[in-house]
């Protein structure tokens, strides 16, 4: 906060005019990264496209300034432009069938992955060489005899192929959800 102050060239009581704490002031950052999530979301169209829809301008958001995922999973901010995400995905997982604890379980799986891949594909793009150096390392370290299954898959392990690779995992689990309510 003093770092802060000094940098708007005020007093560091004039920031916790403004925020009580830095806490607060991280809380009000990452609710800023996802305002006009939910505007103009088709409420019409089907829950599967809604949260799809949801899920890709959350990572949007979250790409969106240097370590915003980050930002966002550090901070547990009931601050309107979360609240209204969260009330938008539950609405819809709603509709899909599920009870309000599933769709607010569900919610919750669809944010943890979209936060949690964002993280990666930052962390990948701040490594030295946009993680060039940590590809190859990974590629040496992988023993065929060891690692059979690995070996075989190395092309498709290490980044980058974000959107590609945010997209499977999306897909992953909408199909996940949708099976889910289709049980007796």
Same mark, same amino acid.
């Given at each position: 906060?003093?770092?802060?102050?000094?940098?708007?060239?005020?007093?560091?009581?004039?920031?916790?005019?403004?925020?009580?704490?830095?806490?607060?002031?991280l809380e009000a950052m990452a609710d800023t990264l996802l305002a006009g999530l939910t505007?103009?979301?088709?409420?019409?169209?089907?829950?599967?496209?809604?949260?799809?829809?949801?899920?890709? !301008? #959350?990572?949007? @958001?979250?790409?969106?300034? &240097?370590?915003?995922?980050?930002?966002?999973?550090? $901070?547990?901010? +009931?601050? /309107?432009?979360?609240?209204?995400?969260?009330?938008?995905?539950?609405?819809?997982?709603?509709?899909?069938?599920?009870?309000?604890?599933?769709?607010?379980?569900?919610?919750?799986?669809?944010?943890?992955?979209?936060?949690?891949?964002?993280?990666?594909?930052?962390?990948?793009?701040?490594?030295?060489?946009?993680?060039?150096?940590?590809?190859? !390392? #990974?590629?040496? @370290?992988?023993?065929?005899? &060891?690692?059979?299954?690995?070996?075989?898959?190395? $092309?498709?392990? +290490?980044? /980058?192929?974000?959107?590609?690779?945010?997209?499977?995992?999306l897909h992953l689990i909408v199909n996940g959800i949708r099976a889910d309510t289709e049980?007796?």
């Amino acid at each position: 906060m003093r770092r802060l102050a000094a940098a708007l060239g005020v007093q560091n009581g004039a920031t916790y005019w403004h925020f009580r704490s830095k806490q607060a002031l991280l809380e009000a950052m990452a609710d800023t990264l996802l305002a006009g999530l939910t505007a103009g979301l088709d409420t019409e169209s089907p829950w599967t496209e809604r949260i799809t829809e949801l899920a890709r !301008r #959350l990572r949007r @958001a979250l790409l969106s300034r &240097r370590d915003g995922a980050r930002l966002s999973s550090a $901070a547990f901010f +009931p601050l /309107p432009n979360a609240l209204a995400y969260g009330e938008a995905v539950i609405a819809a997982l709603g509709e899909s069938g599920l009870s309000s604890r599933d769709a607010a379980w569900a919610a919750d799986t669809l944010t943890y992955y979209v936060v949690g891949h964002t993280i990666e594909e930052q962390l990948a793009v701040a490594l030295p060489g946009s993680g060039h150096d940590a590809t190859v !390392r #990974l590629t040496g @370290a992988v023993d065929p005899q &060891r690692h059979p299954h690995m070996y075989a898959a190395l $092309a498709h392990i +290490p980044a /980058p192929h974000h959107q590609e690779h945010f997209d499977y995992g999306l897909h992953l689990i909408v199909n996940g959800i949708r099976a889910d309510t289709e049980r007796p």
